[in-house]
């Protein structure tokens, strides 16, 4: 979320899933449940599967990709 500010990008898909409907959403620690539901809304992070976003492991080079990518594909730049 701050990246995408920072960088001044703006997002036309917004109506992904609220980070908190993922079964381990209480996991998420306070300081980032507002960027991670930014981020879910996105499509910017979907999950690991099984409904889960598995906030206490360390992302693999993989998933870091999938992430970047789709800031390539689904945000526009505003200024």
Partial sequence: MSFS???GLSYSYTSG???SSFSDY???SAWATT???FCTRRGLIA???D???????????DQIGVILYA???KASRTR
């Fill in 71 to 73: 800031y390539t594909q």
């Fill in 47 to 49: 999950g690991v599967g």
């Fill in 35 to 37: 960027g991670m539901d």
């Fill in 26 to 28: 209480k996991e998420v």
């Fill in 5 to 7: 500010n920072r960088l």
């Fill in 17 to 19: 899933p609220a980070a």
């Fill in 51 to 61: 409904n889960s976003l598995a906030p206490n492991t360390t992302l693999t080079r």
